[in-house]
């Protein structure tokens, strides 16, 4: 039971890993992309819906790291020696 544990653990990580890339690609994207607007002296409601956009996305990669380091902390707690690849969320 406790390798299929480790395993759906794993599995969890992996999932919250890949999120996590990709949201903070994406974020890097929507930070060009403000930077773009305020270059071009863009108007206010175009920049504003873009800083909306990019608190949202990076609300959510807080969330999603608070959740990785989570379910990191339960994976070595329950599967004592076994390996994770290093998460990409910033460590503590």
Request: glycine share 6%.
């Amino acid at each position: 039971m406790a390798t299929k544990d480790c395993a759906n653990r794993r599995a969890l990580i992996e999932r919250l890993a890949a999120d996590y890339r990709s949201l903070d690609a994406t974020t890097t994207a929507t930070e060009r992309e403000l930077a773009a607007l305020e270059a071009e002296h863009a108007g206010p409601e175009s920049i504003a819906a873009v800083q909306e956009r990019l608190a949202a996305e990076r609300e959510r990669l807080g969330e999603i790291t608070v959740e990785g380091r989570a379910a990191v902390d339960g994976f070595h707690a329950v599967c004592a020696g076994e390996q994770l690849p290093p998460p990409p969320w910033p460590s503590r």
